[in-house]
C-alpha cells in the first residue's frame, strides 16, 4: 500500500469488537422498533430491491400485478374522462386579428 496512514486492517481479529458492537446495536433497534409497533427487518442490500421487497412481502408482487387489471384501468376511465371533458369545455381560446 502507498499510505499506511490510510490502510483499514479487516483481519477477523480485529474487527471482532466492532462487530459485537453492531450486532448489539441492531438487536437493541430490532427491539426498540417492535416495542413501538413497527414491523423491523434487514435487507439483504446485494440483492436487488424488488427481489428483497418480493421475498419480505409476498402481497406487494401480487398487488403490483392486480394494479394494472383491465377493471382498474376501466375504473380510471370511467372517472378521468368526465374531469377531462369538463376541462376541455371550460377552456376558450380568444382569436386576435392581426395587423395586415
Given at each position: 500500500?502507498?499510505n499506511?496512514a490510510?490502510?483499514?486492517e479487516v ?11 453492531i ?7 430490532s427491539s426498540?422498533v417492535?416495542?413501538?409497533g413497527?414491523?423491523?427487518?434487514l435487507?439483504?442490500?446485494a440483492r436487488p430491491l ?6 419480505t ?6 398487488a ?5 387489471t ?8 370511467a372517472?378521468g374522462?368526465?374531469?377531462w371533458?369538463?376541462l ?8 386576435c386579428?392581426?395587423?395586415?
Amino acid at each position: 500500500m502507498e499510505n499506511s496512514a490510510n490502510a483499514l486492517e479487516v483481519s477477523p481479529e480485529y474487527t471482532r469488537d466492532d462487530t459485537a458492537e453492531i450486532d448489539s446495536h441492531i438487536e437493541a433497534l430490532s427491539s426498540k422498533v417492535r416495542a413501538a409497533g413497527m414491523e423491523y427487518f434487514l435487507m439483504n442490500t446485494a440483492r436487488p430491491l424488488d427481489e428483497g421487497c418480493a421475498s419480505t412481502w409476498p402481497c406487494a408482487r401480487e398487488a403490483l400485478d392486480g394494479f394494472f387489471t383491465p377493471w382498474f384501468l376501466a375504473g380510471v376511465v370511467a372517472v378521468g374522462l368526465p374531469v377531462w371533458l369538463h376541462l376541455l369545455k371550460k377552456h376558450k381560446t380568444t382569436r386576435c386579428r392581426s395587423a395586415p
